[in-house]
């Protein structure tokens, strides 16, 4: 059995109408742009025709060239080409000779023109520098008149210069005296410095050897006491030694006496046994005595080194008279100590004397240094001024010389002796002023006299007429 179909909706009968339209339209646009596109190649003015006609034109125009192409190959055309090609060269280097000329003859034409120009300007240049009889008059006395001013001007500007010259010279000789009586000064102050130097140096010397001086003082008293002390011990016990050896002397005295005394015979038991005890008591401590002289004498021995009693008292003396020796180097000591600081003292003093001068001359030269620069100051013023009044001067004299030369050129005077005497160098200065005012005058003379010549020639027509 067949399916049945589902009838269409009005939106989708609507929707395929649409889209048939649509199919319609673009399949009769396509159709129209074939039948340009067929009109314009196929046609009698397409382009298809255009391009068949320009390609027969270029064949027609290929044919004529390879025909020119032939005659031009063809021999007499060759032999013509060669002549005409040779033609052209000769006319082609006529050309670059008439060429040149013409450029020669320009650069010459411009040339003549050029120095036309000139001598015009310079018939210009001569015709307005061209002065009459009165105008040259009026020239030459007032050229006299600065001549006359110049030479006033210049004789008061030498006459200055000359003083300040002199007053130069001057101040020069009392700069060359002050700075001699500088060096002077300066020789005199080295001397002082290395006194000085040499007192300082000797002060300190001293102020050291009194210084160790000094500090030997303080041993050698320090051992003089200590010697003093040790010489009086010994004494003290040296003395304490004798009295005790003078009591057992004066003992042994009284014993020996009372022994010859109590020598008789007295028969007591009694006192016997007193006695006997007695002596026996004084027997022990005399060997109790002699045992710690004994110990005592032993001490000294060793301690001397010596076994004789001769040798240790002879040792004793020789000590006694070195410590008597060292009192005495220490006594003398004492006494150069003294006389030392008394000189020490003296040089104090002394130094203190230098030192008073010293500070009064410092204070002189100081003064003397004050016032030697307050007058180098007031002469280098003065000499700063002169200075200036000398520059102030040869400004003038520039001014003078540029008039000088002013008139020189004014008066048109030939300076051709001078360049030969002067080297080629025009310039006026100092030493050649003379020798260009010489020539300005003799110019200017040699004018008045043309002047007046020429006035009184004026005057004697004047009388014919």
């Not at 068949?52 to 027609?60: G, W």
């Not at 650069?107 to 001598?119: F, S």
């Not at 026996?280 to 021995?301: A, T, V, W």
């Not at 000088?404 to 200065?429: S, Y």
Request: hydrophobic share 35%; aromatic share 6%; net charge neutral.
């Amino acid at each position: 059995m067949r399916p049945e179909k589902k009838e269409l909706t009005e939106d989708e009968k609507f929707e395929l109408q649409v889209q048939q339209e649509a199919e319609l339209g673009r399949l009769a646009r396509t159709y129209t742009i074939l039948d340009r596109n067929r009109n314009q190649f196929g046609g009698p003015s397409g382009k298809l025709a255009k391009s068949r006609r320009v390609l027969d034109i270029f064949k027609r125009e290929q044919q004529n060239i390879l025909t020119d192409l032939a005659v031009a190959s063809a021999d007499a055309r060759k032999k013509e080409d060669e002549r005409r090609s040779k033609m052209l060269g000769e006319l082609l280097e006529e050309y670059d000779i008439f060429d040149e000329e013409i450029k020669v003859q320009k650069a010459h034409l411009n040339e003549i023109d050029e120095q036309i120009k000139m001598v015009k300007k310079r018939v210009l240049d001569i015709s307005s520098k061209q002065i009459t009889d009165e105008q040259m008059h009026q020239r030459v006395i007032k050229g006299e008149k600065t001549v006359h001013t110049l030479e006033n001007k210049l004789e008061v500007q030498i006459k200055k210069f000359c003083a300040i010259s002199a007053h130069n010279v001057k101040l020069r000789q009392e700069i060359q005296h002050l700075l001699i009586e500088r060096t002077e000064f300066n020789k005199i102050w080295d001397k002082l410095i290395n006194n000085l130097c040499i007192g300082k140096k000797f002060m300190l010397d001293l102020i050291e050897q009194a210084t160790i001086a000094y500090d030997q003082r303080e041993e050698w008293v320090s051992k003089l006491q200590f010697l003093r002390s040790k010489a009086h011990n010994d004494l003290i016990v040296h003395i304490q030694e004798m009295r005790v050896m003078q009591r057992k002397r004066d003992n042994d005295e009284k014993l020996q006496e009372f022994f010859a005394i109590k020598g008789q015979k007295r028969v007591m038991r009694d006192l016997e046994e007193k006695k006997l005890k007695r002596r026996q008591q004084n027997r022990e401590n005399l060997d109790l005595q002699l045992e710690r002289y004994i110990s005592i004498m032993e001490e000294i021995k060793e301690f001397t080194g010596t076994q004789t009693i001769g040798e240790i008292a002879k040792q004793f003396l020789d000590q006694e008279e070195v410590n008597f020796g060292m009192f005495q180097y220490v006594n003398y000591l004492n006494k150069e100590m003294e006389e030392i600081s008394d000189e020490l003292g003296s040089l104090h003093n002394d130094i203190d004397e230098q030192n008073r001068l010293h500070m009064m001359r410092e204070g002189q030269q100081a003064d003397r240094l004050d016032r030697l620069e307050h007058e180098y100051q007031q002469a280098e013023k003065e000499a700063n001024d002169k200075g200036q009044e000398l520059r102030n001067v040869d400004q003038k004299l520039k001014t003078i010389m540029t008039g000088i030369g002013n008139l020189f050129r004014m008066f048109r005077c030939k300076n051709d002796p001078l360049i030969q005497l002067l080297g080629h160098n025009e310039t006026i200065n100092n030493y050649n002023v003379l020798l260009y005012l010489e020539i300005l005058e003799k110019n200017i003379q040699e004018a008045l006299v043309s002047v007046f010549f020429r006035e009184k020639q004026l005057h004697d027509r004047k009388k014919l007429k």
